[in-house]
């Protein structure tokens, strides 16, 4: 079968580009509040370009990549063409099978009337997993239309992700969002194979549900609802090796909200009752960004699995946040939150929107870390003068130490990125992957608008990062919270909404 028969649409290999410092303007920089960040001076590679010109998407932008690797295999993929109600004009991909040397791009075909004959007005909420034991590919993504809403895999068989089918349906509803996919690749698990999707239902008060494919995501179970009926959103399933499925996710229907989790020891006949990770204390970013205290999370070789989120409890009086972990071996108890070293909690640096990678390879004490996240210099910034950056950070123990942290792009003005209904948009989640022990992070960098065009696009590093020769031995042991009273975001009534 050909690549343009199942939808290599627009491919394009990308040679490794030139050193980059992206995002700066030498007109508008000096209009922002950078508050002398380090320089971003870490080479990066453009993976995709938005060449969709529909007139209800914002050109040329693309937002929010989920990234999974396996191998000397990484696959990243993402929104093109934001749309302002919600998500954009079709999924983009982007695939290395070497290790990150060189890029293939393309888009999604079959979900959106823009690409490969699809139905759909638009897709969000995208990220990408493997299935060893049946050699399978899986994107998957939240299809929308005006009065429906469907959760969907896209297959890719060849091996390689280069070629991909039209989506599968696993559920719909008018009210569905959020959307993440996982597979069990331990080939000694007993539900080696399995793949597990979760959702939520806006319609429903984000009640959680979960389906299972044990057969390469060609077909998926029924809706399973866990036992104490969670509501929440931004669930990210995780796989131990001994096969437990592990799902943290935002509680934001709690006074105040929370981060929990639920787990399936069965492979997904059954999901328990949800357990408390830690309160969210967070703060909103300055200048209307788009952004909420949902988790990253990831799993070690061992079966730990470390969930990071943005959070203000160290500061005094919430006036920024820090992004915080929290560990658990079991899913069931889960260690006390412990702030991430990128800064003193005296700074002005604001830290959201997180992406956490784990060395697949590492575990426990030796577990190797890297951290993607944006930020502000100044917190105290307005939609004129915020400052946007993307920073990166590593540990090398397990989370107990961390580097110096490293800017990748920016400073960004706000009015560089699109508009939706929650704010300007670079995301709502990122990504980082290790592939061959090296980082890659996947994040949207924006430059200088020309006209009413946007110049926003899916962006990593040149050579990933070696988190090996990394410098800094930086330690949050001993620090405590100081701020305990509820989040400074909108109350939890109005926050149990959709974030497509």
């Given at each position: 079968m050909s690549?343009?028969?199942?939808?290599?649409?627009?491919?394009?290999?990308?040679?490794?580009?030139?050193?980059?410092?992206?995002?700066?303007?030498?007109s508008?920089?000096?209009?922002l509040?950078?508050?002398?960040?380090?320089?971003?001076?870490?080479?990066?590679?453009?993976?995709?370009?938005?060449?969709?010109?529909?007139?209800?998407?914002?050109?040329?932008?693309?937002?929010?990549?989920?990234?999974?690797?396996?191998?000397?295999?990484?696959?990243?993929?993402?929104?093109?063409?934001?749309i302002h109600?919600?998500?954009g004009?079709?999924?983009?991909?982007?695939?290395?099978?070497?290790?990150?040397?060189?890029?293939?791009?393309?888009?999604?075909?079959?979900?959106?009337?823009?690409q490969?004959?699809?139905?759909?007005?638009?897709?969000?909420?995208t990220?990408?997993?493997y299935?060893p034991?049946?050699?399978?590919?899986?994107?998957?993504?939240?299809?929308l239309?005006?009065?429906?809403?469907?959760?969907?895999?896209?297959?890719?068989?060849?091996?390689?992700?280069?070629?991909?089918?039209?989506?599968i349906?696993?559920?719909?509803?008018?009210?569905?969002?959020k959307?993440?996919l996982?597979?069990?690749?331990?080939?000694?698990?007993p539900h080696?194979?399995?793949?597990?999707?979760?959702?939520?239902?806006?319609?429903?008060?984000?009640?959680?549900?979960?389906?299972?494919?044990?057969?390469?995501?060609?077909?998926?179970?029924?809706p399973?609802?866990p036992?104490?009926?969670?509501?929440?959103?931004?669930?990210?399933?995780?796989?131990?090796?001994?096969?437990?499925?592990v799902?943290?996710y935002?509680?934001?229907a709690?006074?105040?909200?929370?981060?929990?989790?639920?787990?399936?020891n069965?492979g997904?006949?059954?999901?328990?009752?949800?357990?408390?990770?830690?309160?969210?204390?967070?703060?909103?970013p300055?200048?209307?960004?788009?952004?909420?205290?949902?988790?990253?999370?990831?799993?070690?070789?061992?079966?730990?699995?470390?969930?990071?989120?943005?959070?203000?409890?160290f500061?005094?009086?919430?006036?920024?946040?820090?992004?915080?972990?929290?560990?658990t071996?079991?899913?069931?108890?889960?260690?006390?939150?412990?702030?991430?070293?990128i800064?003193?909690?005296t700074?002005?640096?604001?830290?959201?929107?997180?992406?956490l990678?784990?060395?697949?390879?590492?575990?426990?004490?030796?577990a190797?870390?890297?951290l993607?996240?944006?930020?502000y210099?100044?917190?105290?910034?307005?939609?004129?003068?915020?400052?946007?950056?993307?920073?990166?950070?590593?540990?090398?123990?397990?989370?107990?130490?961390?580097?110096?942290?490293?800017?990748?792009?920016?400073?960004?003005?706000?009015?560089?990125?699109?508009?939706?209904?929650?704010?300007q948009?670079?995301?709502?989640?990122?990504s980082?992957?290790?592939?061959?022990?090296?980082?890659?992070?996947?994040?949207?960098v924006?430059?200088?608008k020309s006209?009413?065009?946007?110049?926003?696009?899916?962006?990593?590093?040149?050579?990933?990062?070696?988190?090996?020769a990394?410098?800094?031995?930086?330690?949050?042991?001993?620090?405590?919270?100081?701020?305990?009273?509820?989040?400074?975001?909108?109350?939890?009534?109005?926050?149990?909404?959709?974030?497509?």
């Open positions: 690549l343009r028969s199942v939808g290599c649409f627009c491919c394009c290999a990308l040679a490794v580009l030139t050193s980059l410092s992206c995002g700066n303007s030498e508008s920089s000096s209009t509040n950078n508050s002398n960040p380090p320089p971003a001076t870490t080479p990066l590679v453009k993976l995709s370009t938005d060449t969709f010109t529909n007139s209800t998407s914002q050109h040329a932008t693309e937002v929010e990549p989920g990234s999974f690797s396996f191998g000397s295999t990484i696959i990243t993929s993402f929104q093109v063409g934001r109600g919600g998500g004009a079709d999924l983009g991909y982007a695939t290395s099978t070497d290790g990150g040397v060189t890029w293939t791009s393309g888009f999604l075909p079959g979900i959106t009337t823009f490969g004959n699809g139905t759909n007005s638009a897709v969000s909420d990220n990408v997993a299935d034991k049946h050699g399978v590919w899986l994107i998957s993504s939240l299809p239309s005006n009065t429906n809403v469907q959760v969907a895999v896209s297959r890719s068989t060849d091996g390689l992700g280069f070629a991909w089918d039209n989506p349906v696993v559920a719909q509803s008018p009210g569905l969002d959307d993440w996982v597979c069990d690749t331990t080939i000694s698990s080696y194979g399995s793949c597990y999707m979760e959702w939520d239902d806006n319609n429903n008060g984000n009640l959680i549900q979960m389906s299972t494919s044990t057969d390469g995501g060609q077909t998926w179970t029924a399973v609802t036992t104490s009926a969670p509501h929440g959103l931004g669930g990210q399933p995780l796989v131990q090796p001994n096969g437990t499925v799902v943290p935002l509680a934001d709690m006074i105040p909200a929370e981060i929990e989790s639920f787990s399936s069965d997904g006949q059954s999901w328990g009752a949800a357990v408390q990770i830690a309160t969210v204390s967070d703060h909103a300055a200048g209307g960004l788009r952004s909420d205290a949902l988790p990253s999370a990831q799993v070690d070789a061992a079966g730990n699995v470390y969930v990071i989120w943005q959070d203000c409890r500061r005094t009086n919430c006036i920024a946040n820090d992004l915080v972990m929290s560990t071996d079991d899913g069931t108890t889960w260690t006390a939150p412990v702030r991430i070293p800064d003193a909690t700074s002005t640096v604001d830290h959201f929107i997180p992406g990678g784990v060395d697949p390879n590492t575990s426990g004490t030796s190797h870390l890297a993607t996240y944006y930020y210099p100044v917190a105290n910034c307005t939609a004129a003068t915020c400052a946007l950056y993307v920073g990166f950070i590593s540990s090398l123990d397990g989370g107990q130490t961390w580097s110096s942290p490293t800017s990748f792009a920016g400073p960004m003005s706000l009015s560089w990125l699109p508009s939706t209904f929650s704010g948009m670079v995301a709502d989640y990122i980082t992957s290790f592939v061959n022990g090296k980082a890659y992070g996947f994040f949207a924006a430059k200088a006209g009413t065009t946007f110049d926003q696009a899916i962006y990593t590093t040149q050579s990933g990062m070696d988190v090996l990394a410098n800094g031995n930086q330690s949050s042991a001993g620090e405590r919270p100081v701020f305990r009273t509820l989040s400074s975001q909108p109350s939890a009534g109005a926050r149990s909404r959709t974030w497509r």
